[in-house]
T-cell receptor, first 115, second 114 residues
């Protein structure tokens, strides 16, 4: 079954610094991949998604992610982090069933931003 | 904009109580989901439904049941609450279209079982 792994539980960056959050996937064919963000006290919000085509995907809030088949990775990046980016970030991949799709999530990476 | 509304933000229940968590979406989505979120474990799927009166078990269905009598409403039921069901519960919905559609989440219900 498709799965994703987020190797970093916590990451701390300074405001204005660049950010890269790692996500590795396990799947034979080209996977569908998503990044979600969860701000404190909120539900999850979709940042971006990759289905096929261009391997560099742009999302909301200035985030981007790059699909690298050779590394089985879909890392999330942002060139300059803002304090409001402090949140938990989840990588996800769907498991297609006969009736629809269900998402399998990674364990999440908690981002702390130092001012 | 899609809205997924969970009826309670915080809930405190006693061991053995029957607990209902309600979720309503306003976008006529076919698919609805219940996840629980625990630190270090991410989100784990409890149950999902791809149509009215249809349900499928997720990864951790034990101790839970669900009900979907109307398209917009998906209820999670804890038949006899236990302390290990203390968690954050997230409801989500998505449309069914060719390919894969993203999930839209509610803000969660933090359940404490004492």
């Amino acid at each position: 079954a498709q799965s994703v792994t987020q190797p970093d539980i916590h990451i701390t960056v300074s405001e204005g610094a660049s950010l890269e959050l790692r996500c590795n996937y396990s799947y034979g064919a080209t996977p569908y991949l998503f990044w979600y963000v969860q701000s404190p006290g909120q539900g999850l919000q979709l940042l971006l998604k990759y289905f096929s085509g261009d391997t560099l995907v742009q999302g909301i809030k200035g985030f981007e992610a790059e699909f690298k088949r050779s590394q089985s990775s879909f890392n999330l990046r942002k060139p300059s982090v803002h304090w409001s980016d402090a949140a938990e970030y989840f990588c996800a991949t769907p498991q297609l069933t006969g009736g629809g799709n269900k998402l399998t999530f990674g364990t999440g990476t908690q981002l702390k931003v130092e001012l | 904009d899609v809205k997924v509304t969970q009826s309670s933000r915080y809930l405190v229940k006693r061991t053995g109580e029957k607990v209902f968590l309600e979720c309503v979406q306003d976008m006529d989505h076919e698919n609805m989901f219940w996840y629980r979120q625990d630190p270090g474990l991410g989100l784990r799927l409890i149950y999902f439904s791809y149509d009215v009166k249809m349900k499928e078990k997720g990864d951790i269905p034990e101790g839970y049941s669900v009900s979907r009598e109307k398209k917009e409403r998906f209820s999670l039921i804890l038949e006899s609450a236990s302390t290990n069901q203390t968690s954050m519960y997230l409801c989500a919905s998505s449309s069914r279209e060719v390919g894969v559609s993203p999930l839209h989440f509610g803000n969660g219900t933090r359940l404490t079982v004492t």
